[in-house]
């Protein structure tokens, strides 16, 4: 029989952090928040053989309270709990990352990252066929931020004209029924609409809005985290009084807020973000736990960069199953991408190709 040679032991060495800036094409607006360019930190992990891991963190202090400060602190904290270790401990390194400090989810998720697109690429794989993904082409949404109802009906257009099928309307706390009706009456069945209030509304102004567009014929995909985060009664409040779908995104980052959702009948779908979550582990737990629902979930972003986004689609491509619906259309907002990955944007569909990890090209931002 033949013996396979041994394999080196990988140990990391190094954990260095880059800054990436890039300006978007026009501000991103929401009702908590609004921005004109991308600031997110990249993590570096080295090992003693050179190879290098990447991951991404995008500080979102208004969702997770993570500033790049914050997440900086993070890592110079948890940073040496993992240099010197052997990457082949898949399982203690995750455990280290999550038991070195409470909260901080986004930073222990660009952690995570980084140390996925080494056990990756230690078996000359990528990302998603390590992780037991088959699926590559997956259509996004797009997002149309919230603005003056003549720009939001304008977006709505050119994304359908760039080729977009599925528009996902920010709302906030006024006009939001005019909102809806109007971009529904302009784009007719040209797109799939999804609809987010970012928290803005009450339960009954919900209730009121949704049982207004659906008397009106008015199909929505769903209706996403329109309550505070903190407002579990009120999402259930609206579940049991509207027709359309209910997804929560703010009032869910871990795993157990997950399983206490489903159990208690709280939304429909689950949207997973690896900010919120903490990174690729955690998110394949909370698929585990929709798929023991039947409950389906998207894959959400924050306002990331290649790699991150394309960190998600590995875990969407591994979940298929469970992750069927998109939201990674972040990439698509920036003027120019800082570096390349594994996901490739080729109108409303990203493309994973078959390079080894998440695929990063050599990154040459600040190095701190």
Known sequence: ARIEPKREEMKIVSIQTALLRAPLKKPFKTALRSVNTLEDMIVIITCDDGSKGYGEAAPTPAITGETIGSIKGAI????????????????TLLKTIHNSIIGNTTAKSALEMALYDLFAKQETLPLFQYLGGKETTFQSDITISLNPIDIMIQDSLDAINDGYKILKIKLGKKESLTTITEIHKTIGTQAILRLDANQAWSPKECVEIMNKIEDMGITAQFIEQPVAAHDLNGLKYIKTHIQTPLLADESLFSPAQALYILENNIADYLNIKLAKCGGISKGL?????????????????????????????????AASDVITMVDLDAVSLLRNLPCDTTAKLQGDRLKLSEAFGIGVSPFYGQID
């Open 76 to 91: 110079t904290h948890i940073t040496p709990l993992l240099v010197g270790q052997n990457i082949d401990d898949i399982p």
């Open 285 to 317: 737990e909370i698929a585990d736990i929709a798929r023991q629902f039947g409950a389906k979930c998207m894959i959400g972003c924050m306002l990331e960069g290649p790699v991150g986004i394309a960190a998600a689609l590995h875990l969407t491509s």
